[in-house]
């Protein structure tokens, strides 16, 4: 389950949103997520699921790896779908015992299950076509409004590109320190969920300790390079917005139009 987050992981690939500026992305991503929940009808759904095909596309990233990152997430969507599903009231499909399916619970079970996948691959796409970097830059001029009244908009933007670099690094040292453990006789196989979960604890101690070392290495590094902050920086690649990013934008604003118009 380890190797199957991606969020946070960047796809190296020539495509279109590969391209896009990242303050383009980032917009789109939010207004992506905001269309899933504003949707009510099954066109909206059906709208907002032929959109992430089509990004997908776009992306030119295998479509298994992408994905694969909705296994990391199966237990959260197997118990939205089991509560909305049986603990909906409304008309009365089938029952069980004291559970019943109501039709009405079928059909939030069936968004909510939409929702959550589009939502993981939505956010998914912006973290595999968008380096860290291009991120942090992004995130910076999306957000440098905020520089008037005072916000450290460039150490938020860093802080946050940093803590979605990090998720597949921790990702990967814990699976090392699985597999090391599990060389010397460790078993997180077998047994129940008290038992797989017992024995994850030994985990947390060397993976912590890595983690810190990890963050003392790279502040090391940062001051080694005279970091100070965002003040009196400058950019080697200064964002420019192309006309692609225009493009982008209609359909962004297009999009988000005929959710509304859906829903």
């Not at 860290?132 to 860093?158: C, Q, R, W, Y």
């Amino acid at each position: 389950m380890l190797r199957d987050i991606t969020l946070g992981q960047y796809y190296p690939e020539d495509s279109v949103l590969h391209r896009l500026d990242p303050r383009t992305k980032l917009f789109g991503t939010m207004i992506y997520i905001v269309s899933l929940f504003i949707c009510n009808s099954w066109a909206a759904y059906a709208a907002a699921v032929v959109a992430l095909a089509v990004l997908i596309i776009l992306s030119k990233v295998p479509v298994g790896f992408m994905f694969r990152g909705l296994r990391a997430i199966l237990i959260l969507l197997l118990i939205s779908v089991f509560f909305n599903l049986f603990f909906t009231t409304g008309e009365v499909i089938l029952q069980m015992g004291f559970l019943k399916i109501t039709k009405e619970g079928l059909q939030t079970a069936a968004w909510m299950a939409i929702r959550l996948i589009c939502l993981v691959i939505g956010a998914s796409i912006m973290t595999l076509t968008t380096t860290p970097n291009s991120l942090t830059d992004g995130l910076e001029k999306s957000l440098g409004f905020l520089k008037v009244i005072k916000i450290p908009v460039h150490e938020i933007a860093m802080m946050m590109s940093i803590a979605l670099r990090f998720i597949p690094i921790l990702v990967e040292e814990t699976d090392k320190i699985m597999k090391a453990q599990m060389a010397r006789g460790a078993d997180f196989e077998n047994g129940g969920l008290a038992a797989k979960a017992k024995a994850m604890i030994p985990l947390l101690i060397p993976l912590f300790i890595s983690a810190f070392r990890r963050a003392t290495e790279l502040a090391t590094a940062m001051e080694a390079r005279c970091y100070h902050g965002g003040e009196g920086r400058t950019k080697m690649r200064p964002l420019k917005y192309a006309v692609r990013d225009y493009i982008a934008y209609v359909c962004i604003i297009a999009f988000l139009v005929l959710i509304i118009i859906l829903k």
